[in-house]
């Protein structure tokens, strides 16, 4: 469907489809985010004229953890449905990326060939998204602590959350985690909400981690009692005083069954319906990815058994369990970057893939979060008993290194190396024959670790969408205060040191 631009809104597309081209030739980047600043500057409502093109509306995907992939797993679904959709896949989260992601979608007249918009978005920058693109829909997937630095503690970023809400447009439908007593308490007195959780008393857990967050009720301030959680403070809950408890979840997994590092079988209830839901994904927390995209389908009216049947052949985002091949050696890509993030991939690699060789990054650009100190709530003591050969890079390697001994891992078994292409060949050299290499980095690391990888023909560049086909048999026999992506310097075919600054440090961020 054509868009009505006008004057302004045309100068200020073809500016912004200018620029990207300009970027893409020019060999800067993908144009994944400052096509939408030219473009904005020329006409600061170009995104809402374009949005009203939609005929589907638009669905928006925020939180902490799990946007990319929830958002593209919705995405997977509504496109086997024959709802063609524009996203920012490239995981610019901005509303700067945002625009760019619409702009590159958009013809040079004006017409936008796609019916549903889907956009994952920074947490801070929801309210200003939600006023320009009126979606549909909102799903809010989880809220830990990322980036105090940046966003200050999590009642901020609750609020900003909670004033999107309250000012969407009339009909719109809240998708929120009932897991997460924070995002469960966004819920209060909105018109229409669809709650999402897992119900599978197997997985419980019977104490909360050391780094959990909402331990408390939002109403009275009471601890709350928790008959399990399944990682941070997400679990079954109740205030004490009856003020406040678990909502029932519309969407549920009454099973999880997760078969090594390969996939995942659940089974699925929406109140109606029943499914058995297979994805090539692994990780509890790829759990809630799931059901939170099924209840977000729902409330775009696509049914729980045809959502179900189109996950099967779904693909992982970009360096979200990523699968490639190092130096002849199977890797996986596991972005961490804040403490239950880490602990759950951590985990995930443990516990599902049997890991035993890793590669850890850590970066402190803005887009990481320049304060490191989270890193002492990981529980890397995971790894004392399990880790044979860990390599550690990044910006604040040595800080990690220092993490790792006290974590009590020996120190024959961890190996500092500075350059990205030398620690990936290391950490791939010391994998044993027959197992995967498991490489963990925060956002920035990971953009240019992919970097390597992409110029070496082991990856596509990221805002492509697609990863190089590689499916190695594992060993189970299977938002920033700047706004400039990181992949607009760094996966470009430059070689750059890591440790050097650029405007990678403005770097958006999933």
Request: with cysteine; glycine share 10%; hydrophobic share 40%.
């Amino acid at each position: 469907m054509r868009a009505r631009l006008g004057a302004r809104g045309t100068a200020a597309l073809w500016a912004g489809k200018l620029t990207a081209s300009l970027s893409r030739g020019l060999r800067r980047g993908g144009g994944t985010t400052l096509p939408g600043d030219v473009s904005r500057w020329v006409d600061p409502r170009i995104l809402t004229k374009l949005s009203r093109s939609l005929t589907d509306g638009t669905i928006v995907v925020t939180g902490t953890n799990g946007k990319t992939t929830t958002a593209a797993l919705v995405r997977h679904i509504l496109e086997a449905q024959g709802r063609t959709s524009v996203a920012n896949q490239a995981g610019a989260n901005l509303i700067f990326g945002v625009t760019a992601a619409v702009l590159n979608r958009t013809s040079w007249s004006g017409s936008v060939p796609a019916t549903v918009g889907l956009f994952e978005i920074d947490e801070a920058s929801l309210p200003r998204l939600v006023q320009e693109v009126a979606p549909g829909t909102i799903v809010v997937t989880n809220l830990f602590r990322d980036q105090l630095d940046r966003y200050g503690e999590l009642e901020t970023t609750a609020a900003h959350i909670r004033r999107a809400l309250v000012q969407g447009p009339e009909g719109m439908t809240a998708v929120l985690n009932a897991d997460d007593p924070m995002v469960a308490a966004l819920g209060d007195d909105l018109p229409r909400v669809i709650y999402a959780g897992l119900d599978d008393a197997s997985l419980l857990r019977p104490e909360l981690s050391h780094g959990a967050d909402a331990k408390f009720c939002p109403r009275c301030g009471s601890a709350f009692v928790f008959e399990g959680v399944y990682f941070g403070h997400v679990g079954h809950y109740h205030c004490p005083r009856g003020d406040f408890s678990r909502p029932t979840p519309d969407v549920r997994a009454t099973s999880v069954l997760i078969e090594g590092m390969e996939r995942m079988r659940l089974r699925v209830t929406d109140g109606s319906q029943e499914a058995g839901v297979e994805v090539p994904l692994s990780g509890l927390y790829n759990a809630y990815n799931i059901v939170m995209a099924l209840a977000a389908a729902k409330a775009m009216g696509v049914p729980l058994a045809r959502s179900a049947a189109a996950l099967r052949d779904f693909t992982p985002a970009f360096g979200r369990m990523e699968r490639t091949v190092i130096d002849g050696r199977p890797a996986v890509l596991l972005l961490a970057k804040n403490p239950t993030g880490f602990n759950e991939v951590l985990r995930t690699a443990i516990q599902f893939g049997k890991a035993r060789s890793f590669l850890l990054a850590l970066n402190d650009r803005i887009a990481d979060g320049q304060d490191v100190s989270w890193i002492w709530d990981v529980d890397f003591e995971q790894l004392k008993d399990v880790a044979q050969h860990i390599v550690v890079s990044g910006d604040r390697a040595l800080d990690l290194r220092v993490r790792l001994k006290y974590a009590q891992i020996p120190a024959d078994r961890i190996e500092v190396v500075s350059d990205w292409r030398d620690a990936l060949q290391h950490a791939a050299r010391a994998t044993p024959d027959g197992e995967m290499l498991f490489v963990l980095p925060t956002y920035t690391a990971m953009l240019e670790l992919r970097a390597v990888l992409t110029r070496d023909g082991a990856l596509q560049p990221y805002w492509q969408g697609r990863s190089v086909d590689a499916k190695p048999q594992g060993p189970d026999g299977a938002g920033g205060q700047q706004d400039r992506d990181v992949g607009d310097v760094t996966e470009n075919g430059d070689r750059r040191h890591h440790g050097r600054r650029s405007r990678a440090e403005g770097a958006e961020h999933e």
